[in-house]
């Protein structure tokens, strides 16, 4: 059984899309079995998927029915290493029956003060559907559009510390080729963006939140050699 990681925030534009493109399109080039439910009605990624996407094979399905939701991502996880749901940017039931049933919640947030409200709100429902289903469901806050040194960058990481929210130590920098690769459709797994993804699911990987990387299967080639 694959995991379930759920991308979800209230706020539009917090680069909820942009995660799920790149670790779904660096997950599938380290060898794992992915899949996305685009659970947002904008349909954004299933677009871009269909689209624009090239690179590695990932499973792309829509689904923004909030019972419906539920039975097509376990049914992508018994057959997929990962499967990640790529929710509204407004608060609904999908977005809710999505974090209910996840392995682990992503919550992207921006250095801007709507964003970290919107942040604390997806915390707080992540608390609040965690009593519901009578079970822990981990998150984590993944800080995007980042520069390291910028003074809302600051304030950010003084108001997220200061509710002692957990914050992923890899970030997504504020790069043109994070914009580039929503028009493009090739998502860079080298370079400063492979890197930062790459460090991002190491990181997950080390929370149990992904598994680890699968082994590779030998060849019948490389099994005569």
Sequence with gaps: MGSIVTVASGKGGCSKTT????????????????AVVDADRNQSFASWHANAYEGPAISCH??????RVVDLAGELAEAHEVVLIDT??????????????????????????????????AAQQVASLSKAARRS????????????RGLSERATL????????????????????????SFSGQVPTTGKVGEQAGALI????????????PARKTT????AA
Excluded at 27 to 32: D, E, I, M, T
């Design 19 to 34: 995660t799920v493109m790149i670790l779904s399109a660096n997950l599938a080039a380290q060898g794992y079995r992915v």
């Design 62 to 67: 829509s689904e923004v029915d909030h019972i």
């Design 88 to 121: 509204a940017g407004f608060e609904n039931l999908t977005a809710a029956s999505a974090i209910g049933m996840a392995d682990h919640v992503l919550i992207p947030c921006m250095p801007d003060r709507g964003s970290v409200r919107e942040t604390m709100r």
């Design 137 to 148: 469901i981990p998150y984590s806050v993944l800080l995007t559009r980042w520069k390291p």
């Design 158 to 181: 003084d108001s997220l510390t200061e509710e002692q929210l957990p914050m992923l130590a890899q970030t997504f920098g504020d790069l043109a080729d994070f914009t580039k690769l």
């Design 202 to 213: 190491a990181e997950m990987v080390g929370k149990g939140a992904i598994p680890p990387r």
């Design 220 to 223: 019948k080639k490389e099994k």
